[in-house]
């Protein structure tokens, strides 16, 4: 079962904060997050295993709520290039399939 | 390196045609994906092969076929395509068989059945 993602889609300006969230219906074993900018395949951000810890990649972080089974994205200070499609990827505890969620179109505005 | 290599990247079919998508991967990885993304949408799974000589069903596997060539090659069959079968696919591949394995994609194949 897909994980669900919101908003939808997000407008910012640059330097504005973003937080992108991914919540799955089943416990999870670890959630990924990647970018994929437009006519281009998706890039590998950071994953998150489960026991809640907190990544960060340059200005971008992000934490898993295991009990919640929801995971956050953080955009901080958006920057032009942050502009892209962001989606969640999940495992469940048999740890064999990643199924991502539909995605949050971000756009970042001068 | 070349990292995950897939071919064609463009692909015209009429209904019913046959073909295959093929994937390379050259970094020694045990995990390969095939993914489908519709306009505006999620990527969804077709089928993985978590180690060489194994494969197994995804999300939508219904109307294709794969096959682990080897450890380095992945290939997906459209036996009879359908136009629902309009989409993005991307091959991936992982160092780790699930338990948390980044995915690294190919530059997709964009295929359009008329």
């Known amino acids: 079962q897909q994980p669900v993602q919101s908003p939808q889609a997000v407008i910012l300006r640059e330097g504005e904060d973003a937080v992108i969230n991914c919540s799955s219906s089943?416990?999870?074993?670890?959630v990924h997050w990647y970018r994929q900018k437009h006519g281009e395949a998706p890039v590998f951000l950071m994953i998150l295993l489960k026991g809640g810890e907190q990544k960060g990649h340059e200005k971008i972080s992000a934490s898993f709520n295991e009990k919640k089974q929801q995971s956050s994205l953080y955009l901080t200070a958006s920057q032009l290039s942050y502009s892209g499609t962001y989606f969640c990827g999940t495992e469940n505890n048999a740890g064999n399939m990643l199924t991502f969620g539909g995605g949050t179109r971000l756009m970042v505005k001068p | 390196n070349a990292g995950v290599t897939q071919t064609p990247k463009f692909q015209v079919l009429k209904t019913g045609q046959s073909m295959t998508l093929q994937c390379a991967q050259d970094m020694n990885h045990n995990s390969m994906y095939w993914y489908r993304q519709d306009p505006g949408m999620g990527l969804r799974l077709i089928y993985y092969s978590a180690s060489e000589g194994t494969t197994d069903k995804g999300e939508v596997p219904n109307g294709y076929n794969v096959s682990r060539l080897n450890k380095r090659e992945f290939s997906l069959r459209l036996e009879s395509a359908a136009p629902s079968q309009t989409s993005v696919y991307f091959c991936?591949?992982?160092?780790?068989?699930?338990?948390?394995?980044?995915?690294?994609f190919g530059s997709g194949t964009q295929l359009s059945v008329l």
């Open positions: 089943k416990a999870l074993y670890s």
């Open positions: 991936a591949s992982s160092p780790i068989g699930g338990q948390g394995g980044k995915l690294f």
